[in-house]
C-alpha cells in the first residue's frame, strides 16, 4: 500500500517503521526538516517538508493516490483538517490522530463521519482500553470494542441457588439478544449449544445485548462476587477512561488525585469511583487503603518518574500486580530491576491500533476464550456468501459450535436473533472453536 504521513513527532515516527516493516510505500511530511532528516537516517521513507493544513502540500505527497492518509501531527486541529481535506483530494482509507476527549467521544457531534474521516485513533484512550483489556477478559474487551459498548460480554459464576440451573439453555428464558458462549466445568470448557444446561459454581461467559445483560446474568448470578480491588494514580483523561472501563464489573475502584478541585470533580464524574484526595507515592497512604488488598496497582500520570515510583512502591507493599504508563521508552529497561509487571506506551497502542484498523484480511482473530476451548472472530461478509447472505439464522446451517455475537451493519451493532439475517457487506463477531479461520473464510466470504 501507499502510505502518507503527516507530522513526524513520535506517533508519525513509529507508524512509518511499523507499516514500513510490513512492506507499505511510506511517504512522510513535517514541518520540521530537521525531524524529517533523523527518520531518513534510519527508514526508507520519501520525504517533504510541509504544513499539513495546506491542500498543495497533501498533493505533492501523493496523497490523490494514497491507500492510507495518516494525520499524526501533536495538533488534534491540524490533525481533523488534514485529514478531511486528504479525503476531498482522494486518499482511499484516512486516519487522524487526536488526544482531546471533546474529540474522540463524538458527543453532540461525530466529527469523523462530519469531516469525510475513516478513523480517529485516541493514543489516551487506547492505552486505557489495553489496560483494561489485562485487567478484564480479553475476550470481553475485544467484543465490547468491536461494538462501541453496545454489547457486553462477561464471565462470571453460576450462583448455587440460580434459577437457570439444570436447564437446556433453549428453555431457559434468556433474553433472544443474549448468548452463552462458554460453559467451564470441573476444568474443562466447552461451547454449548440449546441441549446444554449449567451447574452450580460452572464458569459461564455470556455475550449480548447491553439492555439485555441484567435480565440473563439474574438467571445464573444471584450473589455478588466478591470485587476485585483495583487502584489508579492519575485523574487524567486516561484514568477518567479506565474508570469507565471498569463500571458495573467486579472491580472496586479507587482513584487517587491530590488537586482538590480535580478530585471534587472526579468525585462528581465518576460516582462509581472511590476518589482519594492524597498521592499514590505516599507509602502510609497506600497502606491506610489495604494495596496489600489490590489486585492491580495502575499509575497512568504524565510524569514517568512518578508512575515508576509509585508503581514499584505498590508492588513493594504487596499489590498483585503493579503497572505503570511510560511515555518515554528509555525508562522500559528498568521495569524488571524494580518489580513492575507491564508498562504501556500510548505511542504503541496508537500504532498497534492504526496496523489494527489498516488490516485486510476478510477473517480475524479478535481474541482466546476459556483457555483456547473458543476463539472470537471478526469476519467481513462478501456478496459471494451464497449459503448465508440474505438467509434467516435459524435456516442456516452452521455448526452448533458457531455463536452468531453481533452483528454491525453500518453504524448499527446488534445481536441478531433467528429471523435475523446477515446482509452482504456486513461485519459479524462469531465465537467458536479454535482455528476456524479457514472454515469462516469458505462460508462467509466465498
Not at 37 to 62: K, P, Y
Not at 118 to 141: E, K
Not at 305 to 333: C, D, F, M
Amino acid at each position: 500500500m501507499n502510505v502518507v504521513i503527516c507530522g513526524a513527532g513520535e506517533v508519525g515516527r513509529y507508524a512509518a517503521e511499523v507499516l514500513g516493516a510490513a512492506g507499505n510505500n511510506i511517504t512522510i511530511f513535517d514541518r520540521q526538516a530537521r525531524r524529517l532528516r533523523a527518520i531518513e537516517e534510519t527508514l526508507d521513507v520519501r520525504s517533504l517538508v510541509g504544513n499539513g493544513a495546506h491542500a498543495q502540500v497533501l498533493m505533492d505527497a501523493g496523497c490523490a493516490e494514497a491507500d492510507v492518509y495518516l494525520a499524526a501531527t501533536n495538533s488534534d486541529e491540524i490533525n481533523l483538517l488534514s485529514a478531511s481535506i486528504a479525503a476531498g483530494i482522494g486518499a482511499g482509507r484516512v486516519i487522524a490522530r487526536v488526544n482531546h476527549s471533546a474529540y474522540a467521544e463524538s458527543r453532540g457531534l461525530n466529527y469523523a463521519q462530519h469531516l469525510g474521516i475513516d478513523h480517529l485513533v485516541c493514543p489516551v484512550y487506547t492505552t486505557a482500553v489495553a489496560i483494561a483489556q489485562t485487567l478484564r477478559n480479553p475476550g470481553a474487551m475485544a467484543v465490547e470494542r468491536f461494538a462501541n459498548g453496545r454489547i457486553e460480554m462477561q464471565q462470571l459464576a453460576v450462583a448455587e441457588n440460580a434459577k437457570g440451573i439444570g436447564k437446556p439453555l433453549a428453555s431457559v428464558g434468556l433474553p433472544d439478544a443474549v448468548r452463552v458462549a462458554t460453559i467451564e466445568r470441573d476444568g474443562r470448557a466447552s461451547i454449548p449449544d440449546g441441549t446444554a444446561h449449567v451447574e452450580s459454581g460452572d464458569i459461564i461467559t455470556m455475550v449480548g445485548d447491553v439492555k439485555s445483560f441484567e435480565q440473563a446474568l439474574s438467571l445464573f448470578h444471584t450473589e455478588q462476587a466478591r470485587r476485585k480491588r483495583v487502584m489508579i494514580m492519575g485523574g487524567t483523561a486516561m484514568g477518567v477512561w479506565l474508570c469507565r472501563q471498569m463500571r458495573g464489573r467486579s472491580f472496586s475502584v479507587r482513584l487517587f488525585e491530590p488537586d482538590p478541585e480535580r478530585s471534587v470533580e472526579l468525585s462528581e464524574k465518576l460516582p462509581w469511583v472511590t476518589v482519594i484526595r492524597a498521592s499514590a507515592t505516599d507509602s502510609g497512604q497506600l497502606e491506610e487503603e489495604h494495596i496489600e488488598q489490590a489486585s492491580a496497582f495502575v499509575a497512568l500520570t504524565d510524569d514517568d518518574e512518578h508512575n515508576i515510583l509509585a508503581s514499584a512502591r505498590a508492588k513493594s507493599l504487596g499489590a498483585k500486580r503493579a503497572i505503570a504508563v511510560l511515555q518515554r521508552q528509555t525508562y522500559l529497561h528498568l521495569l524488571e530491576h524494580v518489580g513492575i509487571d507491564r508498562a504501556f506506551s500510548p505511542r504503541q497502542t496508537a500504532v498497534s491500533e492504526i496496523a489494527y484498523l489498516l488490516r485486510r484480511e476478510p477473517v480475524r482473530h479478535l481474541a482466546t476464550l476459556a483457555e483456547g476451548v473458543a476463539d472470537v472472530y471478526e469476519v467481513q461478509v462478501t456478496r459471494n456468501a451464497k449459503k448465508v447472505v440474505g438467509i434467516p439464522l435459524r435456516d442456516v446451517r452452521l455448526s452448533d459450535r458457531i455463536i452468531i455475537a453481533a452483528i454491525q451493519r453500518g453504524d448499527d451493532v446488534f445481536v441478531p436473533g433467528g429471523d435475523d439475517a446477515i446482509a452482504a457487506g456486513d461485519t459479524v463477531v462469531m465465537i467458536g472453536a479454535a482455528r476456524l479461520e479457514p472454515r469462516l473464510k469458505k462460508t462467509f466470504v466465498g
